[in-house]
């Protein structure tokens, strides 16, 4: 039967444990934000003037109609701006201000006044039904008597109380509804992966499963006991016929891939002779503290009854015969849809195998201290992969640099070791950082050397170009005096004698040379 992946109350719920402190947060902005708009909202008070009919001369029925007419006609909103003012226009004065309540079969008018303040709102009352009875008697007979028959009073400010009790849950069902909103859009943003059921269909590589790893602090690293989901793993791991197990992930889940290939060699190596490849502090915690001894052939090394466990991104490590490695992608739980292809597109590919196994956060727990150095990624193997045949004899095929010892005192030691631990790590870190800058100068002086001496070599060249046509222009020299003195004596004997002057200039003789010379040659 094949598993069932992730529904969406199950991603909601994930979501919630994910992102509860953004859900905290909308919730208590909600819960905050509901009583303080309570507390500043302005609520309009009213204060209500009577209007009665003494004497009526008309239909009963027409009073409300006639009434509405009358006091919608624009004398009231005339005199209420004329002597109050108004903030709006003069449509907002009628019925925003100032109301008129005619009911049916009645002869009593109620006017309305409305404002923030008590005050004011009775005197719009007041002033507005002043003016509807002037308005009202101004006929005389045929319509009937009216009077004011009670003025508007300051009615009492109401309690903002029971509005900021009620505010406080409205503003938490807000917050809440804006918390779950948030959430959702962030889960469809980010389409999170959290079962590997939903990470084998997004990508197509099936999962070994999931394991919980707990939370260390920094320099510790925990028991193979503590992490839930292990021996499931192991088993499927068991299941594969390849000999060699690399485990690889991105550069960011590169402490929770150490610790669980930590742990993995720890159970593996109950049932299987495990070879661990990896940094030298992860090889002490996995207990294998020196090289096998006897040295095989790989492929007598890498039986089915042996293991070889790999935990290593370098590239160089991870070349490796593709019919007999399997890859293990190790990935967090709600890593992104796009992100967790992009990683299987680049650390899976070309091996036998491919597995992807997903980590889920535990609760924090003591742990083991790392012993030696941790981190130190120039550090040297204390083993190497199996063996591969690189065309060296002799001395050159064994060649191996051992790995210093750890620095740091292992645990319950104490003693002078633990004092000078640290300062010993500081000198061997700026001994390296030395090296480097040394070597890195001297490849650059060789560098300017090599320039120097190709400027030197042309010059030298273009120095010899220009002594032998000096030499071959004395000699046409020399040639030309000996034959013009055979035609004429007076002249050749000036161009003869002329010709070393010209031959000097152009070619000069050391000085040495010039003393050893006899003095008939001179002469001549």
């Known amino acids: ?89 003069y449509d907002d004065v009628v019925p925003d201000r100032v109301q008129l309540v005619a009911e049916q079969d ?25 003016t509807f009875v002037d308005t009202l008697n101004e006929p005389g007979a045929g319509v009937g008597t009216f009077a004011l028959q009670s003025a508007a009073m300051a009615p009492a400010a109401r309690a903002d109380t029971p509005d900021a009790l009620l505010a406080i849950p409205v503003g938490i069902g ?15 943003a980010r389409r999170p992966v959290v079962d590997p059921v939903d990470a084998e269909e997004a990508t197509g590589v099936p999962a070994l499963g999931s394991v919980i790893v707990p939370r260390t602090s920094k320099g510790r690293i925990a ?109 967090w739980e709600g890593i992104g849809g796009a992100a967790l292809r992009a990683a299987v597109t680049e650390h899976l590919g070309g091996s036998a195998e491919a597995r992807l196994l997903m980590v889920k956060r535990g609760r924090k727990v003591p742990g083991q201290p790392v012993r030696g150095r941790q981190g130190d990624k120039d550090s040297p193997r204390e083993e190497a992969l199996p063996s591969v045949n690189t065309g060296l004899t002799g001395d050159h095929a064994g060649l191996s640099h051992p790995a210093p010892g750890p620095l740091l005192a292992r645990p319950g030691q104490t003693g002078p070791r633990l004092r000078i631990a640290w300062p010993a790590a500081l000198i061997s870190s700026a001994g390296a950082v030395a090296t480097r800058f040394c070597v890195r100068r001297s490849a650059l002086l060789q560098r300017t050397a090599r320039r120097e001496r190709k400027r030197v070599s042309a010059a030298s060249t273009c120095c010899s170009r220009l002594a032998s046509s000096a030499a071959f222009i004395s000699g046409m020299i020399t040639g030309s005096a000996a034959a013009s003195r055979a035609r004429a004596p007076g002249f ?33």
């Open 223 to 331: 028991r193979p006991e503590e992490l839930a989901g292990l021996a499931p793993v192991c088993r499927r791991l068991l299941a594969l016929s390849t000999p060699i197990v690399v485990l690889v992930s991105r550069p960011r889940d590169e402490r929770v891939r150490q610790q669980l290939s930590v742990a993995l060699a720890n159970v593996l190596q109950r049932v299987r002779h495990v070879r661990f490849v990896g940094p030298s502090h992860l090889r002490e915690m996995v207990g294998e503290a020196e090289a096998p001894q006897d040295a095989r052939p790989a492929s007598e090394a890498d039986t089915p009854s042996s293991l070889t466990l790999v935990d290593s991104n370098e590239p160089l490590d991870l070349v490796q015969p593709p019919e007999s490695t399997a890859t293990v992608l190790v990935v």
């Open 106 to 130: 009645s002869i009593i008018f109620r006017v309305l006044g409305r404002d923030t303040d008590p005050k004011t709102a009775a005197d719009i009352a007041n002033t507005a039904a002043e």
């Open 492 to 524: 050749s004997w000036r161009l003869a004698s002329s010709a070393p002057v010209i031959s000097r200039r152009l070619h000069p003789t050391p000085a040495g040379m010039r003393s050893a010379q006899a003095p008939g040659t001179a002469g001549s």
């Open 174 to 188: 807000a917050g809440i509804l804006l918390g779950l909103a948030v959430v959702c859009v962030l889960l469809v």
């Open 1 to 89: 039967m094949k598993a069932v992946g992730t529904d969406a109350v199950g991603m909601l719920r994930w979501g919630l444990r994910r992102y509860r402190l953004v859900f905290l947060v909308c919730l208590l902005l909600g819960g905050a934000l509901g009583p303080l708009a309570a507390l500043q909202r302005n609520v309009p008070v009213e204060a209500e003037a009577l209007v009665v009919a003494q004497r009526l001369d008309m239909d009963l029925t027409a009073l409300p109609r006639y009434g509405q007419a009358v006091f919608n006609n624009g004398e009231v909103t005339r005199a209420i701006i004329a002597r109050l003012g108004s903030d709006g226009g």
